[in-house]
Structure formats: C-alpha cells, structure tokens
Antibody, heavy 116, light 112 residues
Framework: QVQLQESGPGLVKPSETLSLTCTVS????????WSWIRQPPGKGLEWIGY???????SYNPSLKSRVTISVDTSKNQFSLKLRSVTAADTAVYYC??????????WGQGTLVTVSS | DIVMTQSPDSLAVSLGERATINCKSS????????????LAWYQQKPGQPPKLLVH???TRESGVPDRFSGSGSGTDFTLTINSLQAEDVAVYYC?????????FGQGTKVEI
C-alpha cells in the first residue's frame, strides 16, 4: 500500500514562499500523477496541481502564476512551492496520488499558517 | 471552471436510517465517447484526509461498504447511505473530473 507524507514549515510569513515536500513510500513515484490539494480551515477542497514523474505538470489556473510543482524520482518525492503567500493561503495541504483525475491515496495533510 | 453545488449543507440522520446527499454540476460531466459520468464522492472524517468512495458516479471503490451507493444522470447526482452507522459521521464531497481543474462541492456534513 502506497503511503504519502507531507513535510515542511508550519508557519510562513506573508509575501514569502511556502515550500512542502511529499515523500512516497511503498511504491514507485515513476507511475501515476501526483497532486497537491489544499483545504482552508473549516472549508472545502481545492486542487492546486499535479506532476508526472517525467516532470510534466499542470496547475489550477487560479494559482498558476504562483505555483511550481517539481519531482525528484531518485528520492521518491515531489514538492510544492507557492510564492507570495497571504493569509488566504492558510490551509491544510495534502499530497495525493491521482488516478485518471481521481485522488485515491492521500497523505495525512499538514497545516500551513501564513502569519507574521 | 465547473461548479459543483451540494445540498443540503448538513443533515442529521438516525442510526439505521437513510442519508441522501445531492450534488449538481454547472455543466454536463458525461463523456460521450465512453458514456461515463466523471463524478466521484469522497468521505472525510474529522482530522483525516478525504477517502475516495465512488467514481464514475456509481462505482464503489474496493472495500467500500455496499450501504454506500451513487446514482444520477445529466447534471444531478446522489450519494445514498443506507442504514447509517455511527462510523459514517463525516463530511461528504462530490468531485467532477471531467475537465481540469478538477473541482469539488462545498461538502455535506452528516451527523447522527
């Protein structure tokens, strides 16, 4: 069973860059698509974007200008960078395995708070 | 973007009774070439990530109890939980995966 684990700072200052990494264990990252999804406290889910092991990526147009997702197949990891954050970016960030645009395997999520 | 609208926002159901959650898409999510609806349902329990329950509008994921069933057509879909159990208390989300960006409904909270 594939397991995913998010890691990264829980607190980011406004205007700075949010950086998270997802480590995939129990399976190779060199198949499937791998996504980031976020959930503001008490609110719904927003897909941020995905990456394929080849490095091909796709982003939600609402965040595209600020987001970069990358992959490191040697470490079985993929990463998220979100630039110029504001309080509106405060959320639980999940990494997930994407299967035909469905999300069938999720990490536990990590809360990132944007505050000075 | 395709907007997904769920109703109700919350509902309280007695143990053993039926819960019905509705989801409406702002446009069709039917792919005509394979006649499949690109509509999924997720369950999110407190403090946990979402769990995929149903895809293709009515196909249960492996291991999902058969008291969960999905149905619908056109732009209107339903998740039914028959004989509600205590462990079914959660927020349920629909998701369309017909067109990028994939979008979710706002969620429906099911309580006892």
């Amino acid at each position: 069973q594939v397991q995913l684990q998010e890691s990264g700072p829980g607190l980011v200052k406004p205007s700075e860059t949010l950086s998270l990494t997802c480590t995939v264990s129990g399976g190779s990252i060199s198949s499937y698509y791998w996504s980031w999804i976020r959930q503001p406290p008490g609110k719904g889910l927003e897909w941020i974007g995905y990456i394929y092991y080849s490095g091909s990526a796709s982003y939600n147009p609402s965040l595209k200008s600020r987001v970069t997702i990358s992959v490191d197949t040697s470490k079985n990891q993929f990463s998220l960078k979100l630039r110029s954050v504001t309080a509106a970016d405060t959320a639980v960030y999940y990494c997930a395995r994407e299967r035909t645009s469905l999300f069938d395997n999720w990490g536990q999520g990590t809360l990132v708070t944007v505050s000075s | 973007d395709i907007v997904m609208t769920q109703s109700p926002d919350s509902l309280a159901v007695s143990l053993g009774e039926r819960a019905t959650i509705n989801c409406k898409s702002s446009q069709s999510v039917l792919y005509s070439s394979n006649n499949k609806y690109y509509l999924a349902w997720y369950q999110q329990k407190p403090g946990q990530p979402p769990k995929l329950l149903v895809h293709w509008a009515s196909t249960r994921e492996s291991g999902v109890p058969d008291r969960f069933s999905g149905s619908g057509s056109g732009t209107d879909f339903t998740l039914t939980i028959n004989s509600l159990q205590a462990e079914d208390v959660a927020v349920y989300y629909c998701q369309q995966y017909y067109r990028s960006p994939q979008t979710f409904g706002q969620g429906t909270k099911v309580e006892i």
